[in-house]
Nanobody, 110 residues
Framework: QVQLVESGGGLVQAGGSLRLSCAAS????????MGWYRQAPGKPRELIAS??????NYADSVKGRFAISKDYAKNTMYLQMNSLKPEDTALYLC?????WGQGTQVTVSS
């Protein structure tokens, strides 16, 4: 049973930056898919970034602004979010294989 804990969310003004972290309770694999979803009120859950054995992928809505990375020594995945917009406001959840974290809230004010 892998436990994932997200952190780094908060309130930021439009144009600002945040870095989200997703810490795993066990060693993370280089070949198991890992990534980030977000859930905004009244909207479907959106896959925004992922790392697979084939590389990284981003949703069009965040491409060029967000960057996903992993630190295998810390068993942690990150999501660097730049040029934030009010429409980025959502609960951000990380996943590793079929495991999910509880999420961290990001609120972007205009």
């Amino acid at each position: 049973q892998v436990q994932l804990v997200e952190s780094g969310g908060g309130l930021v003004q439009a144009g600002g930056s945040l870095r989200l972290s997703c810490a795993a309770s066990e060693r993370i694999s280089t070949v198991v898919a890992m990534g980030w979803y977000r859930q905004a009120p009244g909207k479907p859950r959106e896959l925004i970034a992922s790392i697979t054995r084939d590389g990284t992928n981003y949703a069009d809505s965040v491409k060029g602004r967000f960057a996903i990375s992993k630190d295998y020594a810390k068993n942690t995945m990150y999501l660097q979010m730049n040029s934030l917009k009010p429409e980025d406001t959502a609960l951000y959840l990380c996943y590793y294989s079929w495991y999910w974290g509880q999420g961290t809230q990001v609120t972007v004010s205009s």
